[in-house]
T-cell receptor, first 114, second 113 residues
């Protein structure tokens, strides 16, 4: 199984709502990532988890709160978002410790903040 | 991470070979060259990677210049399904942690029927 599964596929939320994005992989990868992609732009790295611990936070606002409850799951908790946070949110995973390894991406959650 | 430069867009005809260039003049000796592509409305997918020697897989070939300052992704026989944004990425990772991929602007490949 070489799949990264993201749910939901689409999400519309108000600026006062709290919601969560979920990501799951069963490839035994110990590195997991969140990316944000605006329309017609490349993906931008948000967070990196290594062995279920946050290792990189690319200065992401605190209204985005990542969580890695176990080695297969990655969540992104959303609270008090702004309309400019509307984007495609991508999850990815990869093996650790190897420079010549590939990353696997999910199909993304398309988020609209109203 | 070292920077890569790619053309914004390229156009090719179906069933013809496509050569997608990437310049990386500041590449370090331990950087791997990775290529990913992103089809419309999908997440990026891995295409191929290499260090010094040319590489082939079922999707594509990667030709790396002798001085490693440039590389070319070759799609041997393009189909309409190959229309995507292609990203050339250098992975300069050291240590035991995860680094994440840093995407540049990529090349938007258009395939004409």
């Amino acid at each position: 199984d070489t799949e990264v599964t993201q749910t939901p596929k689409h999400l519309v939320m108000g600026m006062t709502n709290k919601k969560s994005l979920k990501c799951e992989q069963h490839m035994g990868h110990r590195a997991m990532y969140w990316y944000k992609q605006k329309a017609k732009k490349p993906p931008e790295l948000m967070f990196v988890y290594s062995y279920e611990k946050l290792s990189i936070n690319e200065s992401v606002p605190s209204r985005f709160s990542p969580e890695c409850p176990n080695s297969s799951l990655l969540n992104l908790h959303l609270h008090a978002l702004q309309p400019e946070d509307s984007a495609l949110y991508l999850c990815a995973s990869s093996q650790l410790g190897l420079k010549n390894t590939e990353a696997f991406f999910g199909q993304g959650t398309r988020l609209t903040v109203v | 991470d070292a920077k890569t430069t790619q053309p914004n867009s390229m156009e090719s005809n179906e069933e013809e070979p496509v050569h997608l260039p990437c310049n990386h003049s500041t590449i370090s000796g331990t950087d791997y060259i990775h290529w990913y592509r992103q089809l419309p409305s999908q997440g990026p997918e891995y295409v191929i990677h290499g260090l010094t020697s040319n590489v082939n897989n079922r999707m594509a070939s990667l030709a790396i210049a002798e001085d490693r300052k440039s590389s070319t992704l070759i799609l041997h026989r393009a189909t309409l399904r190959d229309a995507a944004v292609y990203y050339c990425i250098l992975r300069d990772w050291a240590g035991g942690g995860a680094d994440g991929l840093t995407f540049g602007k990529g090349t938007h490949l258009i395939i004409q029927p």
